[in-house]
């Protein structure tokens, strides 16, 4: 393993493999607000434990476990009694992972979920572990990257995911979705419960009420999810972290870094730097 122990965050992002993003993170008692990914995440504890949330659900965390967080899933995962743990992450785009599915099962017409989310599997586990610190190796070629993440997908949705359900039957209320897409539409802005209803058609106070159902999270922190998510994908390319807080609405840079702080846990600046060239 390459990666030194005197580092504590490292980043991997790049234009050859756009569907991935890695991290590790050492030492660290940084708590997070509750959040989503538009991703499949999978992560792991090193060393410590964590409390992790997850929907309605709370479980404690600790090595030799891997937790799999389907996209769009509210969840948080942060230090007991504020001790610092060590852990590693991988954030995989959807239709990347569909498409990998569908090589294994058949044609799909949407991702399959995995049907757990927390795996006490210590050969997947070790596997992943030693999955990411190759990902965050500069020295590892792009194509041995692609042949490590590849084979242990297959073998995590081999294991992991309902063959029988060939596709996920999208269950949201139509005014859900319209919502989604209009915050998404307008995520550069900040658009109030009093315009989205309005589109809507539908009262402020029912649309919060189906929205809080449907993602257990506000619209504000949907928002801010949004917000962030477009972030990181800014900041990956290098993009000024003050235009980054422009183009995204925020008040200014400092207001910006504090949202983004708390849920990335690192700064705009360490996210930034941290990414392999």
């Not at 234009?15 to 509750?34: G, I, M, Q, W």
């Not at 852990?87 to 399959?112: A, G, P, V």
């Not at 949004?226 to 003050?242: D, S």
């Not at 200014?252 to 690192?266: E, L």
Request: aromatic share 14%; hydrophobic share 35%.
């Amino acid at each position: 393993m390459s990666i030194k122990k005197e580092y504590k965050y490292k980043f991997f992002k790049s234009r050859h493999l756009p569907y991935l993003e890695a991290r590790f993170v050492k030492d660290s008692s940084n708590h997070y607000h509750k959040h989503f990914h538009n991703t499949l995440s999978i992560g792991a504890i090193e060393e410590g434990k964590v409390s992790f949330a997850h929907l309605q659900e709370n479980r404690m965390l600790y090595p030799d476990e891997l937790v799999v967080i389907n996209p769009n899933i509210v969840h948080s995962c942060n230090p007991v009694e504020n001790e610092s743990r060590t852990y590693h992450m991988i954030y995989l785009d959807t239709i990347w992972c569909q498409k990998l599915q569908e090589s294994l099962f058949r044609e799909l017409n949407s991702y399959i979920p995995v049907s757990e989310f927390i795996l006490k599997d210590k050969n997947l586990y070790t596997k992943f572990i030693n999955l990411n610190y190759k990902l965050l190796d500069s020295d590892i070629f792009y194509l041995e990257k692609e042949e490590l993440l590849q084979n242990f997908m297959v073998e995590l949705f081999g294991q992991y995911c309902d063959k029988t359900i060939h596709s996920c039957i999208d269950k949201e209320n139509i005014n859900i979705k319209l919502a989604k897409e209009y915050i998404e539409e307008n995520i550069n802005s900040n658009p109030t419960v009093k315009e989205i209803s309005k589109y809507l058609n539908i009262s402020e106070f029912h649309f919060f009420k189906l929205f809080k159902q449907a993602f257990h999270i506000s619209p504000h922190a949907y928002l801010l999810n949004q917000k962030i998510c477009r972030a990181k994908e800014l900041l990956a390319n290098q993009e000024e972290i003050a235009q980054v807080a422009y183009e995204l609405g925020f008040a200014d840079q400092s207001h910006f870094s504090r949202v983004f702080k708390s849920y990335v846990a690192t700064t705009p600046n360490e996210y930034k730097k941290s990414f392999l060239k």
